[in-house]
């Protein structure tokens, strides 16, 4: 059997065609009033990394808020919204591939629109995109997309939901972060990535974000991204580092924590430089000096990320009890790695044994043409620095193939690190070049081909250490979040025996597979761990400990 986990609404209860009920409207207002069958099904199809999911959860909430009902198939939508990826070229022909599908929904439905945001759209090529994805109408940059209810008409005096943006209506709580720009109404919203802090703050207050599981949440902290590394185009589709207020991401996590979350993953290109940008306070004059930041700015006075993980681990909900029972990060770029944050998260509870520490190549020469800004040599004292704080501590990595100019040699020594390191799991793939970034003038000089072999054999290795290490878990009782019921043709075995079966995280962010129904989604279970494969772990279960 398979349950499906609808997404829970932080929204007043909607009516039956599923637009939002609308607040009552003046008297001169009336007639102008839009009601919720004209008002468009949307559907979103997100593509890439935690980050886009997280801004389609806001772009969600926003066309909600604005009375639009959510679609479950793209077929039957009048507005599609695709959230899209660019890190590698098949990201975008995913997307591309689409194209004549839209073209023939909109042969048929000649009212729907289609808008496409994410890491495709950005100012450098515009001019392409036209061309590229005819089926087309409207292009979002990722920093424009709080722009998407108003940019499609929608932001009207009248349109259900958004009159509490209005001026005279906006609530006490909401009224600090409201851009004063959503109150008018009619006019465009000018675009400035700097408005992403506010925008957020302003859904948290509203409530409107639609959040896709009760348990498990994501919190942006950090936008853009300050690296440079040559082959990537997030710094030219992101934009700039942009920190959030570090008050606005306690009263979201405090928010999420007496919701009933449990498991709550910070967000960010590279969450490490948390707070740089942000101004000096008294409040944090002791975090002056004592940090090892990479980069050469005066963060004298200014939060950082271990400031923000020991202020989130600290909230406790009115028994007592920590507001968030597991605190994640992705992700982590390494010349950032502070002793100051190892200690955090050595120290604080909350914050799993997990780090997603990305490598990228084990060799300096690539390295240093990848423009990382750090040494193998370095890394590993940061990988000992942190087995050392944090003993247990699993740690997972991203790695590519066949950048420009590897050599067969280079390769090597980026098996070689991966044997001395043992990650518990690594999310490998071949350079693919992007166009407009610094790499994209180098000589993709590795043939597909072998892009390809050297992926194959960098895997295979990953697979056997991944099941050693997995192996090591049998025998052992570890606390699984229980955040999915297994489909019956994902595992054999348990349509033979006509068992449920269910699956979850434990805190090493190791998968663990066990019988059990749904009731069992959203608890923290302990598991004994009877078996182990290359990629997850299969359990009995002891005993329940926290009710969802
Ligand atoms: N900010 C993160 C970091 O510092 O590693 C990663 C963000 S990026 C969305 C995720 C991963 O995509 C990268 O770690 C890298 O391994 C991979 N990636 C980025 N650009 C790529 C490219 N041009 N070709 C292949 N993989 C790429
Ligand atoms: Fe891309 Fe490097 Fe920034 Fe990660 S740190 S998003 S890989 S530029």
């Not at 349109?159 to 720009?181: Q, S």
Request: with cysteine; hydrophobic share 40%.
């Amino acid at each position: 059997m398979t349950v499906r986990a609808l997404p829970v609404l932080e929204l007043p209860a909607r009516s039956a065609t599923g637009g939002g009920e609308g607040p009552r409207v003046a008297a001169e207002l009336e007639e102008y009033v839009v009601g919720p069958e004209s008002l468009p099904r949307f559907f979103i199809w997100t593509l890439g990394c935690q980050m886009n999911h997280s801004d389609s959860e806001e772009m969600a909430g926003a066309l909600l808020a604005a009375g639009c009902a959510e679609s479950w198939s793209l077929e039957d939508a009048d507005l599609v919204v695709i959230n899209s990826c660019a890190i590698r070229e098949a990201a975008e022909q995913k997307v591309i591939g689409r194209m004549g599908q839209l073209a023939e929904l909109k042969q048929a439905r000649p009212g729907t629109r289609v808008v496409l945001t994410g890491c495709a759209v950005r100012e450098d090529n515009r001019h392409v995109l036209r061309r590229r994805y005819p089926s087309v109408d409207l292009f979002l940059r990722p920093d424009e997309e709080p722009e998407l209810v108003a940019r499609l008409g929608l932001a009207t005096l009248t349109a259900p939901g958004l009159m509490a943006g209005v001026a005279g209506h906006v609530p006490e709580t909401m009224a600090p972060h409201v851009p004063a720009t959503i109150a008018r109404v009619g006019r465009s919203i000018a675009a400035t990535a700097d408005r992403l802090p506010g925008t957020r703050a302003a859904a948290v207050a509203a409530g409107s974000i639609r959040r896709g599981s009760r348990w498990d949440a994501w919190v942006p902290v950090i936008y853009g991204c300050d690296k440079t590394c040559t082959y990537c185009i997030v710094p030219f589709s992101r934009g700039p580092e942009r920190s959030r207020p570090f008050d606005d991401v306690l009263a979201e996590c405090r928010k999420l924590g007496r919701a009933g979350v449990l498991n709550l993953t910070l967000l960010g290109q590279n969450v490490n430089s948390y707070g740089h940008d942000l101004p000096p306070e008294q409040r944090f004059a002791d975090l002056a000096g004592g940090r090892t930041l990479g980069r050469r700015i005066d963060t004298t006075g200014r939060p950082d990320f271990a400031a923000l993980l020991r202020a989130i681990d600290a909230l406790r909900l009115e028994d007592g009890r920590p507001a968030i029972a597991r605190l994640r990060f992705v992700t982590s770029h390494p010349w950032d790695l502070t002793d100051r944050l190892i200690d955090a998260i050595a120290e604080c509870p909350s914050v799993c044994e997990h780090l997603h520490l990305p490598v990228q190549s084990g060799d300096d020469g690539v390295l240093h043409r990848m423009g990382r800004q750090y040494s193998v040599e370095a890394y590993l004292r940061l990988v000992q620095r942190l087995r050392s704080a944090v003993p247990g501590i699993a740690l997972s990595s991203d790695v590519i193939v066949g950048f420009s100019g590897e050599t067969e040699r280079q390769f090597e020594a980026t098996l070689e690190l991966l044997r001395t390191v043992r990650y518990d799991q690594v999310f490998a793939a071949a350079y693919s070049v992007r166009p407009g970034t610094p790499a994209a003038r180098l000589p993709d000089d590795v043939s597909p081909g072998e892009k390809r072999r050297r992926l194959n054999a960098l895997l295979e290795l990953q697979e056997g250490i991944g099941w050693e290490l997995n192996r090591a878990w049998v025998g052992r009782r570890t606390e699984v979040l229980i955040d999915r019921v297994d489909q019956p043709s994902a595992h054999g075995e348990a349509t033979a025996r006509g068992a449920v079966r269910v699956a979850g995280r434990n805190r090493q962010n190791k998968l663990v597979h066990l019988d059990g129904g749904p009731e069992l989604l959203g608890r923290l279970v302990d598991v004994v761990i009877e078996r182990a494969g290359p990629y997850s772990l299969q359990g009995s279960q002891v005993e329940a400990t926290i009710p969802a």
